[in-house]
């Protein structure tokens, strides 16, 4: 066979392959991951059979230290929806009412239990419009 | 001042502009004073953004709080040293940075080829003063330093407890050196294509820079890891946090690129790899750069608010360059990027590089896809998200392939070789790795986990691979100078600093990898509640808590920060093996509104970890201390100083405080307080560090100039403009 169509047979077989596994992996892929979801979407749709990725922000005074857990709640970053998360496991320094955090949770009742060690808190902001740090705006 | 740095801002923004239109225009032959003219504005570019930044750190040493940025992120009792580090952790300051690295490094980089490539390096210069002008116009249009307020406040923020710690003080100038040099060559690598260049004289003269990028941005990421383990409380160095792989991805192609482009200055091949895996280093530079302010991933690192401007110009950016990218590679592919030569077998050293271009490429494409992943899935309707499990399910079989070529790599024959052949060349090494292979279950619990096993004795066989062409090195220069064997090796090493270096750096990650697969795999860990006098037992150590420890730090005379914390006491088998002091640092937040003794425990709090590192184990401890026996005493104090806020002066404020709160910490010191505490027992951590340690000297040694190589480019220089003169004549 001519070496140049050797090639290009090769090089399709490879290509081919290559696209053969990035679509199993894309494939696989979701059933490895949990939905992302506001505390709003939980309370539309959360079924007590899956995990989900939840963000929102620690409503402020919900914090409960209960021995090695603790319960808060998690309210949406632009609104009020909030739902009850109970947590067991590190948690980060950072970790304070107000902030904004990211956890795993699966739904157990009316409460929503934090997988261990999935609680993240987002470093509060720092690139932040720095006139909010004091001071009158220059004119 | 303030005045002055806009006015650096906008001369920059000027310079570059004017520097890449007459770097294209002097393009054409015959327009040298144009390249020429160029080449100086990007001199100027860097000196008047090294102005620029000098001004943004008097502002910071002299707290000018008048600047939003540095009442923002420093405050009268931070140290000089973080108030210097407080300069890049803005947004404007680190954009900043980012331009004074990337000035600096192309005005070396130019200066260093000047004379040579006369056709590629207009372009080149032109690229680089293009982003110049990116970063200038994103400065000084919409992120600008030199923002003023009229009356500033009294004192600023202060920096985030968090990043008081020497490794993330300096982990933005590595990364961001580590970006700013992968710049330089993808600038030459956009020249070369765009003037059809078919040899890899952009390649040499831009290795310095390729490889001094490599080492930054790797340490740069080493150094995040360091301070994930040694400062938080979580007990891990790498989580998969989307800033974290933004900045992984960009390493992973440069590494690929770096050996890969050995191909090409040696046999000119794999020329259509080598573009395409610069090119896409640069772009995930921008990309890297970009993630970490654009808040369109949801990440620990996600440092921006909603609606941010400069996250549509860096889009932009990278929609071009990656348009420019693809475009001139496919147009190049057939002629500029032919091979000149093919692969002529499979057990060979092309075919070995060829495959670990494929494995980092196939490294890059799942860090991406799991990193993009929830945006991917958001247009596509339903948001979904990865963790930490899914990366390591998918990645660690491909860094057991990566493991395997950097053992082979380095000694299989050029164009062919043959099986016996290969196996005489590695079989020591191969046997030390079927050796712990067989030995491993036998002797530890290595059995448990098979895929560790399997890098422990991968790692092995890479290891002996090295240490071997170490010893073969030696020995071939005790044949002929008859040296003894510490000269005859440091002889070698310095004549062949690229070769050796390499080895080093394959020494070093393979014992990194035998450091994270065994400190993953086999850790011990327990989250306890304890109380004064109870123990837990974790991986064959007791730890018992011995008695709570409590201290107010001062600074500059200020009250700086309460600790609270225990005496742990670790014992093995019944002797004492050593004692830790974890402790939770609290520190006040500036609200004037706040109870005056609340306000110490309704900010920051940091924790201060246990730790006693070893070479087979190490000893980590974080608590959470339990402060709820003090909440009546806390709000009580507030009461008290709520009520005499009119009667006390400043003063008088103060030590009524130190009072105050030096009697809270006794109270926490004989309540007995529980606490809840994380104690992991992880073997042969410090594997990762050392072996970190082994490659960034392997990388120092390979990037370190040849001896005579300064002399080699002088000579070349005087000779270019010999010729340039006698054109003239």
Redesign the interface.
């Known amino acids: 066979m001519d070496?140049a169509r050797k090639?290009r047979i090769r090089l399709v077989v490879a290509l081919s392959a290559a696209l053969l596994l990035?679509g199993a992996?894309?494939y696989t892929?979701?059933n490895?991951?949990?939905?992302?979801?506001t505390p709003s979407g939980l309370l539309a749709s959360a079924s007590a059979a899956k995990s989900y990725?939840l963000?929102g922000k620690v409503v402020a005074g919900s914090i409960e230290?209960k021995?090695?857990g603790m319960d808060f709640r998690v309210r949406d970053r632009d609104g009020t929806a909030s739902v009850p998360v109970s947590y067991?496991?590190?948690?980060?320094?950072?970790f304070?009412e107000g902030r904004e955090i990211?956890i795993?949770v699966r739904k157990q009742g009316a409460t929503y239990v934090g997988e261990k060690?999935?609680l993240?808190?987002?470093?509060?902001?720092?690139?932040?419009?720095?006139?909010?740090?004091?001071?009158?705006?220059?004119? | 001042m303030g005045v002055l740095g806009q006015a650096c801002l906008l001369t920059a923004l000027g310079l570059s502009v004017y520097g890449a239109g007459a770097s294209l225009y002097g393009a054409a032959p015959g327009r040298e004073r144009w390249v020429v003219s160029g080449r100086r504005s990007l001199y100027a570019l860097f000196a008047v953004v090294a102005l620029a930044f000098l001004l943004l750190e008097i502002a910071f040493v002299t707290s000018d709080?008048?600047?939003?940025?540095v009442?923002?992120?420093s405050s009268l009792t931070t140290p000089w040293y973080y108030r210097i580090a407080a300069a890049w952790?803005?947004?404007?300051g680190s954009l900043l940075l980012w331009l004074l690295l990337l000035s600096g490094a192309s005005s070396l980089a130019i200066f260093s080829v000047r004379g040579r490539m006369r056709d590629v390096t207009p372009y080149a210069t032109a690229v680089l003063l293009g982003l110049g002008a990116f970063f200038a116009a994103v400065l000084f249009f919409t992120a600008s330093p030199f923002?003023?307020?009229?009356?500033?406040?009294a004192d600023?923020?202060g920096l985030?407890p968090?990043l008081r710690h020497p490794s993330v003080l300096i982990h933005p100038i590595f990364l961001y050196g580590g970006y700013t040099l992968f710049s330089v060559p993808f600038a030459f690598a956009i020249g070369a294509l765009i003037v059809r260049r078919v040899d890899a004289e952009w390649i040499r003269a831009t290795r310095f820079f390729t490889l001094t990028a490599w080492l930054l941005l790797g340490t740069g990421i080493l150094l995040g890891a360091r301070w994930s383990y040694a400062e938080?409380?979580?007990?891990g160095y790498w989580?998969w946090?989307p800033v974290e792989n933004a900045s992984l991805l960009p390493w992973l192609v440069g590494t690929a690129f770096l050996h890969s482009a050995m191909i090409q200055e040696r046999r000119g091949m794999l020329k259509v790899w080598n573009a395409s895996l610069i090119l896409a280093t640069g772009v995930l530079c921008i990309l890297g750069t970009f993630l970490v302010?654009s808040g369109i991933l949801?990440?620990?690192?996600?440092?921006?608010?909603e609606g941010?401007t400069i996250a549509w110009a860096f889009t932009s950016l990278i929609v071009v360059m990656t348009a420019g990218a693809v475009y001139l590679v496919v147009t190049r592919a057939s002629d500029t990027l032919r091979s000149d030569a093919?692969i002529d077998s499979l057990l060979s050293r092309e075919s070995m590089f060829l495959a670990n271009n494929v494995t980092f490429v196939s490294i890059t494409?799942?860090v991406f896809?799991?990193t993009f992943?929830?945006l991917i899935?958001?247009a596509l309707g339903?948001?979904?998200?990865?963790?930490p499990?899914?990366f390591d399910?998918?990645i660690v079989p491909f860094v057991l392939v990566l493991v395997l070529l950097s053992g082979i790599g380095p000694v299989i024959a050029w164009r062919r070789s043959t099986p016996s052949r290969l196996w005489r060349s590695l079989r020591v090494p191969a046997l030390a790795g079927i050796a712990v292979l067989v030995l491993g279950p036998l002797l530890t619990r290595a059995e448990e986990s098979p895929l560790s096993l399997a890098m422990f004795a991968l790692g092995t066989f890479a290891i002996g691979t090295g240490l071997q062409e170490l010893y073969r090195g030696m020995r071939a220069r005790q044949a002929m100078t008859g040296e003894s064997p510490p000269l005859a090796l440091a002889g070698v090493v310095r004549r062949n600093r690229r070769r050796y270096g390499g080895y080093l750096v394959h020494i070093g990650i393979s014992v990194m990898f035998i450091g994270v697969a065994a400190s993953t795999a086999f850790q011990h860990e327990r989250?306890?509640?304890l109380t004064p006098g109870q123990s837990a037992k974790v991986g064959g150590y007791t730890f018992t808590y011995e008695r709570p420890i409590a201290r107010i730090a001062q600074r500059a005379g200020e009250l700086e920060r309460i600790a609270l914390g225990s005496r742990v006491r670790v014992e093995r088998d019944g002797k004492l093996v050593t004692v830790l002091r974890p402790e939770r640092a609290y520190y006040p937040i500036n609200a004037p509104m706040m109870g005056a003794i609340s306000r110490y425990f309704?900010g920051?709090?940091?924790?201060e970890i246990g730790l006693k590192a070893g070479l087979r184990r190490d000893l980590w401890i974080a608590e959470?201390p339990?402060i709820?026996t003090l909440q009546p005493i806390i709000k009580a104090g507030d009461k008290v100083f709520a009520d005499a806020r009119g009667d006390l002066t400043a003063r008088q404020r103060g030590d009524f405080l130190g009072v105050a709160l030096g009697g809270l910490v006794n109270r926490y010191r004989t309540s007995e307080p529980p606490g809840?505490f994380?104690i992991l027992v992880s073997p042969l951590v410090t594997f990762l560090w050392l072996g970190a340690l082994f490659s960034l000297a392997g990388g120092l040694l390979a990037a370190w100039p040849e001896p005579g190589m300064l002399r080699g480019r002088v000579r070349a220089g005087y000779a270019a403009r010999l010729a340039q003169e006698l054109r003239r004549a």
């Open positions: 070496p090639r990035s992996l894309a892929t979701f490895s991951s949990s939905s992302a979801v990725q963000t230290r021995g090695a067991t496991g590190t948690v980060p320094d950072p304070k990211i795993t060690d999935t993240t808190t987002k470093c509060p902001s720092k690139f932040t419009d720095q006139r909010q740090a004091g001071g009158a705006a220059v004119s | 709080f008048t600047f939003p940025v009442a923002g992120q952790a803005t947004q404007e923002e003023r307020v009229a009356v500033g406040p600023g923020l985030n968090l938080l409380g979580w007990g989580a946090d302010r949801d990440s620990i690192h996600a440092f921006v608010q941010n093919r494409f799942v896809l799991g992943y929830p899935t958001d339903e948001k979904r998200a990865l963790g499990p899914w399910d998918y989250d306890v509640r309704e920051n709090a940091t924790s959470q339990d709820a809840q994380r």
